[in-house]
């Protein structure tokens, strides 16, 4: 029986497949009409909007950055690992993936944390409406990606396992959807306003 190549310069089948860009779209779609609606509040509000993007810790949001787009690389070799069949070493560079995912939800809840402790909520104003409803969305989505990380990892380290590129891509593009979505809100909510 033959076995069927994917052509990965054929638009219809990118790394990950169809589906999985089908869900990206739609997701950047999604974040990218709240933002539009965020500068168009921002603009409509200039002075709550500034003087509410002053109380965020913007060095919090730089280290989250650094951690997402450190995670980002390694994912980027943990997908060049497994293509090369170094399953060890894909593995190793997923968990470091894991690792920067991880530290970029623990230092998001301590934002959240100190968020709270001052009054800042939903109610607050329209900023904080935005800053909690973008940064809670952006969230789950990281959540979410680790829940696949960690069971793509689980899936190829395992004896006889049936993962094919094709699920460490579509994992890789799910996590630098994650990045990219970081790398829009990071500037629009903690430093243009």
């Known amino acids: 029986m033959e076995t069927l190549k994917i ?59 650094v951690f997402l ?3 980002g690389f390694f994912m980027a070799n943990a997908v060049h690992q497994f293509k090369e069949k170094n399953i060890q070493k894909s593995s190793f560079y997923f968990k470091l993936t894991m690792l920067g995912g991880l530290f970029f939800l623990a230092l998001k809840c301590l934002e959240y944390y100190h968020k709270m402790e001052s009054g800042i909520s939903l109610e607050t104003n329209m900023f904080f409406t935005f800053y909690w409803l973008l940064t809670g969305f952006h969230l789950i989505h990281v959540i979410i990606g680790l829940v696949i990380l960690i069971w793509t990892n689980y899936g190829m380290t395992k ?25 829009l809100l990071f500037p629009i909510l903690y430093l243009i306003f």
Not at 21 to 48: C, H, K, P, R, S
Not at 165 to 177: G, Q, R, S, T, Y
């Open 7 to 65: 052509n990965y310069k054929n638009i219809y089948y990118p790394p990950g497949g169809i589906l999985m860009w089908i869900i990206i779209y739609l997701e950047l779609i999604t974040f990218g009409m709240a933002m539009i609606a965020f500068v168009f509040y921002g603009n409509e509000q200039a002075e709550i909007f500034h003087q509410s993007r002053l109380q965020l810790n913007t060095t919090f949001g730089a280290i989250n950055t």
């Open 69 to 71: 787009l450190s995670s």
């Open 159 to 183: 004896k006889n396992s049936d993962t094919q590129i094709e699920d460490v891509e579509a994992c890789a593009a799910f996590w630098h959807m994650c990045d990219l979505i970081w790398l």
